[in-house]
């Protein structure tokens, strides 16, 4: 069992392959790198931390000096708007990066909370830039995981400004369904970690409309709900509520 220190972070030589050794590197910044190139990106990688659920890994407005690498867990991200209220931005799983929303302004936009005991790996950003410019692909496959990034920013977007409350709830459903496929999990059995007011914040829904439509769902026989944990029993079903058609 590798030594941790009591600040919770694990010494470079405890985690001198990490990289090379995940199971998520595939998803994550080693994709294409070969043998000579992963030990070096794994000399970057500086701490590995563990935060507990209901912690923040940075809060807005704290400078930005690095991007986070999930290696187990699941996050959310949200900002506090002008009335008080927070507004979830995303849900982040293993495999996905944090921290990208300090690039531009060198400090953190929202928040990062872990929504269950979660580790994640530190990668000090200004060493990923140099090393990016040594390594093509590293920086072709951060190119791409910002890109990724956009274009999922773009589809929450679109899901907000042209989608009705069930289409929403669909799209988010089989978005996780996706992910988690992914991740060599089950696309068609999962747990939800987030709550189902979380749910409607990220969605622009109230907590009432989200549960009607979890309701109409399982009448439907499109899911079924035991509380958090869900199962797609159609998933054709969900795919053309998406689409518009009943």
Known sequence: MPQQSTSGEISLAVIKTACSNCNLRELCLPFGLNIEELERLDDLVSTRRRIKRGDHLYRAGEAFDAIYAIRSGFFKTDVLLEDGRDQVTGFQMAGELLGLDGISTEHHTCNAIALEDSEICAIPFSRLESLSREIHTLQHHFHKVMSR????????????????????????????????????????????????????SYLGLKLETVSRAFSRFQEEGHIAVQQKHIRILNVNGLKALMNHRS
């Not at 773009?154 to 907000?160: A, C, N, Q, R, S």
């Open 149 to 200: 990034e956009i274009v999922r920013d773009h589809g929450v977007m679109m899901l907000l400004g042209t989608m009705r409350a069930e289409e929403r709830l669909a799209a988010f459903l089989l978005n996780l369904s996706q992910r988690f496929t992914a991740r060599g999990f089950s696309h068609a059995e999962f747990y939800l970690r987030m709550t189902r007011d979380e749910i409607g």
